[in-house]
């Protein structure tokens, strides 16, 4: 028997060797006697043991004394005395503060953290353990703002990086630790706290000031910088509350500039709603303000929403336009632009925008700033036009669409100034060649730009000096068409720019239908068209999100934020407007125009017998602005109707005719109430469109009871192509909706003109009765509505601002006097 008794204890000997000699064990302490005692410390015995070379590490439970628990098992003495009084050192604290011991799992991991972290302080150990009830212990408490540790960092530092809130607040409330401690990086507790996003945590440690809130640490930063850095907006806003500075500077700037940088929204808006003026602070290295930091499209709103400064400049004078440009953020540029920004601002070089896009060959940021009126013949420091740069840089099949482009907008050359020109080589400073566009006569051009300048420059129409008064009056007519309003403003800003007074000031009475009626009322309210214009692409990711039919708040909320929750129709009344709505609580509906002014009583009787009686209609004091621009752009299928109102589109989407009979039954009313001598006749009739889409082939419109499956598509097919047809028909704002506007002012001799498609139409002489129309065809860019898309570039506009100049420079020549007399006869 002993010598089986031999060979087990040996096979278990090296067993034990293969084992985890640390791994804590509960036994009985009989099987220690006999054992040589070597070291003693309190509860902790260390013993060698009887058969084979081991020191064995126990701990007496003093909950069960018959029981001990083994804490370790080595075959080295020298490592088995200095686990022993690591052991005897720290061990003491938690077995002496625990009412009712330590468990065996609790004693593992904690001779497991003693033993990987033999450095560490007892108040270190005990957070890590989170064993709360040994913080009263007068061990833990001589240590609690001890930096013994790897990181230099405190008790309340590790209770921080690990989260513990009920740590932290044993540490902060009962200990009263520092909290303005540093470690090795420079970070105090609120440097860890700001990584947590724990507003908790944040908030504890606020609750007694401290300096360390604000503290830098090594590498530039104070914890309302990282908490900005790591996107924790939690902790953003409870530093805030709690009185962190966010004035402040970093290795980064300050940290709205840190919340740019690394496109943490949430933080940005945070910082901003507290501290309103970081939107204007500038970076200690680029003197540039965030908004030259931001990184997205998003970001950029959110900076602007709080009032950024759309065209600010950095040290190099650059905006944050040249710095989106630079570094090719497209849907940056967008906002940047629909905000306001200026195109033609010089920046480093006296380079603009269009030159910065120009050396990059981007064409997409191209097309969007020459929407925008980036000037293509403006110089830089060296005397560089973007014509220039492009045809020198530019390659691929980029260069000629960029040449084409400058040519259409009217470039007049792509040398230096002071290169001798091949004449051939520069490009035209009058009209496109025909071989270019083949539809455009130059001479056309002259005649449309006659009868345009003798209307608009006419004593009879225009008078701004003295009482202020015109003899006739003005009327300007916008169709609908949706999100395609942008080209009416393009079309407007070139009218401003040929009469060179604002729209507001040309006519005297406004017209117009969905998004056209949206467009008369923001002009009658003083809004320029180059803000329209950005307004109106700002609208597009406002309002149109998502698939139809598209949510109503959205448009509401935008109406409202416009043009304000209460202002009413009759707030402003010269000029006078008037926006079309259909009526549709009542069969066949009825046209009903929202107007700033009292309608017109004829006195005559509806013709048709009424078999219900309706809800009144509100007078123009009580309506609402926004309410009469929802109304006329409740579009079925877009949009919800607004109450009993539907687009206006359904029965005038071309509102020219409709408008001039509200005009004649005005003066008619004034007249019988003996104010003849307010009446003005009508001088000038404008009409815009948003485009004609290009007609196509329809196969088949014919519905009919099939027979067999072969005719039942066709009839499917001929029922959806009359669907179209049906709704086209309706909402056509051009063919017999134009000629018989055209014949009407024809008849009453008044001058028309008429845009639409890119084609004006518009009489040569007003005394001439049976007078030719012409057609100019500006070649409009296709329009592209699609989702992710934006309208492409309406070159059209600028070619008939250049050419219009042109042609007035012409006209004081022999040659275009004896051209314009030929052409009269």
């Not at 096979?11 to 000699?21: A, D, E, I, R």
């Amino acid at each position: 028997m002993d010598l089986f008794g031999k060979i087990f204890n040996t096979v278990s000997t090296v067993s034990n060797l293969f084992t985890n000699p640390y791994r804590v064990r509960e036994v009985p302490l009989l099987d220690y006697v006999g054992c040589h005692r070597i070291k003693e410390d309190g509860r902790v015995l260390l013993y060698k043991s009887k058969n084979a070379k081991l020191w064995e590490c126990v701990l007496v439970n003093p909950l069960t004394p018959q029981n001990a628990f083994r804490l370790f098992q080595l075959d080295s003495e020298a490592e088995a005395l200095h686990q022993f009084q690591e052991y005897a050192t720290k061990m003491r604290p938690f077995f002496e503060s625990s009412r009712q011991g330590l468990r065996l799992e609790t004693l593992q991991l904690l001779t497991d953290c003693v033993r990987g972290h033999p450095n560490w302080s007892l108040a270190h150990v005990a957070v890590e353990m989170g064993l709360r009830e040994s913080f009263k212990h007068n061990g833990f408490l001589r240590s609690v703002n001890s930096t013994e540790c790897d990181e230099g960092c405190t008790p309340l530092h590790l209770a921080c990086k690990k989260g513990d809130i009920e740590c932290i607040q044993e540490l902060v409330e009962e200990c009263q630790a520092r909290k303005d401690i540093a470690d090795f990086n420079g970070e105090t507790v609120y440097h860890y706290a700001a990584r947590q996003n724990n507003p908790r945590v944040i908030e504890i440690l606020c609750s007694v000031p401290s300096i360390g809130i604000n503290h830098l640490s090594n590498t530039g930063e104070t914890p309302l910088h990282v908490a900005c850095r790591m996107g924790k907006s939690d902790s953003v806003l409870a530093f805030l509350r709690s009185h962190a500075r966010s004035d402040i500077l970093g290795k980064d700037g300050y940290p709205i500039h840190t919340a740019m940088k690394y496109s943490m929204k949430g933080c940005a808006e945070a910082i901003l709603d507290v501290a309103a003026s970081q939107v204007h602070v500038e970076d200690p290295k680029y003197q540039a303000t965030p908004l030259h930091w931001a990184k997205s499209a998003e970001m950029a709103v959110v900076l602007l929403d709080h009032g950024g400064k759309v065209n600010a400049l950095s040290r190099t004078a650059e905006t944050p336009l040249h710095i989106m440009v630079k570094k090719d953020r497209f849907d940056c540029v967008m906002v940047l632009l629909t905000h306001g920004a200026n195109p033609n601002s010089k920046g480093e070089h006296g380079n603009s925008a269009l030159h910065l896009a120009m050396k990059k060959d981007h064409l997409e940021l191209i097309k969007v700033l020459m929407v925008f009126g980036a000037d293509v013949e403006q110089a830089n420091d060296l005397g560089e036009t973007p014509g220039l740069i492009a045809a020198r840089s530019s390659k691929g099949s980029n260069r000629k669409v960029l040449l084409d482009m400058l040519c259409n907008v009217g470039a007049k050359r792509c040398f230096p100034p002071d290169t001798q020109i091949p004449p051939a080589a520069s490009f035209p400073t009058t009209a496109p060649p025909m071989d270019r566009i083949s539809s455009i006569g130059f001479q056309d051009l002259i005649y449309v730009s006659t009868a345009l300048s003798s209307i608009l420059g006419s004593q009879d129409c225009v008078d701004f000096t003295g009482d202020g008064l015109r003899r006739r009056d003005r009327l300007l007519c916008l169709d609908g068409g949706g999100i395609r309003g942008l080209v009416l403003i393009q079309l407007l800003i070139a009218i401003e720019k040929i009469a060179g007074h604002p729209i507001r000031e040309l006519f005297d009475w406004f017209s117009g239908t969905s998004t056209g009626g949206i467009l008369a009322l923001a002009i009658v309210h003083g809004k320029s068209m180059e803000y329209l214009r950005c307004l109106y692409f700002r609208m597009k990711n406002e309002v149109f999100r998502g698939s139809r039919p598209y949510e109503s708040g959205p448009l509401e909320e935008f109406l409202k934020r416009e043009f304000g929750e209460q202002t009413k129709m009759t707030d402003v009344t010269q000029p006078k407007v008037m926006v079309t709505s259909a009526m549709s609580d009542r069969h066949p509906a009825e046209l009903h125009l929202f107007r700033n002014y009292d309608p017109p009583n004829t006195g005559r009787e509806p013709t048709f017998k009424r078999l219900a009686s309706f809800r009144p209609v509100t007078g123009p004091e009580e309506q609402l602005v926004w309410r009469a621009a929802r109304s006329s752009g409740a579009a079925p299928t877009y949009f919800r109707p607004m109450g009993r109102f539907l687009d206006g589109g359904l029965l005038s989407n071309n509102p020219t005719l409709d408008a001039m009979a509200e005009i004649h039954e005005y003066n008619t009313c004034m007249k019988r109430q003996g104010k003849g001598e307010q009446v003005k006749k009508l001088g000038v009739v404008v009409s815009l469109g948003t485009g004609k889409p290009p007609q196509i082939q329809v196969s088949s419109v014919d519905v009919f009871r099939p027979s067999n499956p072969w005719e039942m598509m066709k009839t499917v097919v001929g029922a959806r192509e009359l669907g179209k047809m049906v709704i086209d028909c309706c909402t056509d704002s051009d063919g017999p909706a134009v000629s018989r506007a055209q014949a009407w002012c024809e008849m009453i001799d008044v001058p028309y003109f008429r845009e639409q498609n890119a084609q004006f139409y518009c009489p040569i002489s007003p005394e001439c009765s049976n007078t030719p129309f012409v057609a100019i065809n500006c070649r409009l860019g296709p329009w592209e509505a699609s989702e992710g898309k934006e309208p492409c570039v309406f070159f059209g506009v600028q070619i008939l601002l250049d050419w219009f100049s042109a042609a007035m420079s012409h006209l004081q020549s022999p040659r275009g006097i004896k051209a314009m007399e030929t052409h009269q006869k």
